[in-house]
């Protein structure tokens, strides 16, 4: 059954990607609408299972490796205030009108901070795509959109990890920044000093692809220790990524792992988050549904604009970074079940929630091409 699946994920992935490019949106959209066309919600021809789950997961972790492949430590180095500002843009603002939400929908204050910080947080999976799509990656906004989603990331999580300690979540402060403080500290002392010399030692054995294989082990460790420390894997894989594009073995990597990831693992991720979508029981909700979906996309679009605009950035890139940092992905969904085990979210709010998450992913790559096509910026299609 999974062997049937991939082959109806991959050809219909391709071809809704390619005809999104043609209507000229990003093919990503395509990809993510298609799965709601083959998911359970319309023509039921895939379902969402453990393997095709586990797929997902490698795909959206090389999808970030490969981002880390791509970014110049340079030009990282340079957009390190625009990054932090527009982070901490986009934080603030879905925070604290989503804390208001939360009161007018009398919900209690713990219950209203968390929808905030659930508002908060941010994905660019989605966005990496998108950006790879319109040749921007390598830019200066594509460069500040990376760096924000990793303070973005960070500052959420502890700050979820504050609100569990007062609202009766078996949760140690101390703790949880610790362990983060120890995976940053250590992941960038690795990736400055081991990854180099274990890629040099690897690449001299006498079996064939040893760099790649190497390259993978150490995209995988990274994203394992991420995840087990409490920050996202897909952080991990971004930083061991951002590690060997320093190293002389950048540019063989990055060719095959970009082959292997967008031959299979890559149109799984896209087309599995339309696959899981449930519309059972959306209509008696559909007027939160659309209060809460505008309110997610305006907050984190403004916020975050304000914030590149505040670092230099002019008005079309500023509101194309904070279009970039719209879609919450996986990040919120993770944030949603801690919610909703701590019964700090109901269940009805919570289907809500995962509504709303599908629709800021989606409307992020055609709001990316809107500001950034207003640039001028020359576009390529990676379908």
Known sequence: ???????????????????????????????LLIGIVLGPSVLGLVSETESLAEFSQIGV???????????????????GKASTFVGFG?????????????????????????????????????????????????????TTIL????????VVIIALAFLMSFSGGDVNLT?????????????????????????????????????????????????????????????GAYIAGVAISVTKYKHEVFEKVETISYSIFVPVFFTLIGISAEFGGIGQNIGLIIIL???????????????????????NSSLGIGAAMVSRGEVALIIAAIGLEAK????????????????????TPPMMKLFFKSNGQKEKSVA
């Open 293 to 315: 979906s505008i309110l997610a996309i305006l907050t984190k679009l403004i916020g975050a604009a304000i914030g590149a605009k505040a670092a230099g950035f002019g008005w």
């Open 1 to 31: 059954m999974l062997i049937l699946q991939l082959a109806i994920i991959l050809i219909a992935s391709k071809i809704a990607g390619s005809l999104s490019v043609r209507l000229g949106q990003p093919s990503v959209l395509g990809k």
């Open 175 to 235: 703790t949880v920044i610790l362990k983060k403080v120890i995976f940053f500290a250590g992941a960038i002392l690795v990736g400055w000093k081991v990854v180099p010399w274990f890629m040099g030692k690897f690449a001299n054995f006498k079996v064939s692809e040893t760099v790649i294989s190497s390259a993978l082990v150490i995209c995988f460790v990274f994203a394992y220790l991420a995840e087990y420390t409490g920050v996202a894997a897909i952080i």
């Open 344 to 363: 700090l979210l109901t269940q009805d709010i919570f289907a809500v929630l995962v509504i709303v998450i599908l629709v800021t992913t989606i409307v």
């Open 61 to 79: 972790i090389l999808l970030m490796f490969i981002a880390g492949l791509e970014t110049d430590i340079d030009e990282f180095k340079r957009t």
């Open 90 to 142: 986009g934080i603030i603002v879905p925070l604290l009108l989503g804390y208001v939400a939360g009161i007018i929908l009398n919900l209690s204050t713990f219950e209203s901070w968390f929808l905030g910080l659930l508002l908060s947080a941010t994905s660019v999976s989605i966005s990496v795509q998108a950006l790879k799509e319109m040749d921007r990656l390598k830019t200066p906004e594509g």
């Open 147 to 154: 760096g924000a989603a990793v303070i973005d990331d960070v």
